[in-house]
């Protein structure tokens, strides 16, 4: 496909990501491409589309993105907090394949995004993080321990930081059952069902539920 032909069927509105998701997988010039449009053009339409195209591909075939993991891991030190978005995404997509263990080399370095300059950013990281969690267990005592002092790490406001905590309860509903000292975790619970955040005492409650099931 000509590169001009791509570009407009990237940016076309009525984008069909799943039948150029299904090119790409079968077509290694077309997939380098793809990954060039969505890690360094400036055009928001080709490098956004470029990304739904990858994180569909990616789910079905994440071995065929690996190589492009340093593409990916660039993003995070990006100007524009949506390509930091998008590198911290499909980078969570590849956890599972990461044969060579380069997310342990850039653990701090992701995880210190849970107090980007963008609010939108560290809720993206805090979300990824459970993702992340499913495959690589062995940074779950890590993650726990940092997400644990949410209220020091950040510099949001009060209420934005109460909002993470919707997002980081999430994150320790998949891991209680493989922590052996979940006390911690239960005062966190526990503090969050008086938040100031409605949606956080709504998921704290319903997890709350879920354990005493």
């Known amino acids: 496909m000509d590169n001009n032909v791509l570009i407009e069927e990237i940016k076309k509105k009525d984008l069909d990501v799943g039948k150029l998701a299904s090119i790409?997988?079968?077509?290694?010039?077309?997939?380098?491409?793809?990954?060039?449009?969505?890690?360094?053009?400036?055009?928001?339409?080709?490098?956004?589309h470029s990304y739904y195209i990858i994180s569909d591909a990616s789910k079905r075939i994440p071995h065929l993105f690996y190589n492009y993991w340093d593409d990916f891991e660039a993003l995070l030190d990006d100007n524009n907090s949506y390509k930091r978005?998008?590198?911290?995404?499909?980078?969570?997509?590849?956890?599972?394949?990461?044969?060579d263990n380069k997310f342990e080399r850039i653990f701090d370095k992701y995880i210190s995004l849970i107090n980007d300059k963008k609010f939108m950013t560290a809720e993206c990281c805090i979300i990824n993080l459970k993702t992340i969690l499913i495959s690589k267990e062995e940074f779950i005592y890590k993650v726990v321990n940092t997400l644990l002092r949410i209220d020091e790490i950040t510099s949001y406001t009060t209420k934005q930081t109460e909002v993470l905590k919707s997002s980081i309860l999430e994150v320790f509903s998949i891991v209680y059952y493989k922590i052996d000292n979940k006390s911690e975790i239960d005062k966190?619970?526990?503090?969050?069902?008086?938040?100031?955040?409605?949606?956080?005492?709504?998921k704290a409650k319903k997890i709350k539920e879920t354990l005493k099931d």
């Open 24 to 48: 790409v997988i079968n077509d290694k010039t077309l997939r380098d491409k793809v990954v060039t449009y969505a890690t360094t053009s400036k055009d928001i339409m080709l490098y956004y």
């Open 85 to 99: 978005d998008i590198g911290m995404t499909i980078m969570a997509k590849l956890v599972s394949v990461d044969v």
């Open 188 to 202: 966190f619970i526990d503090e969050c069902l008086t938040s100031i955040s409605p949606k956080t005492r709504k």
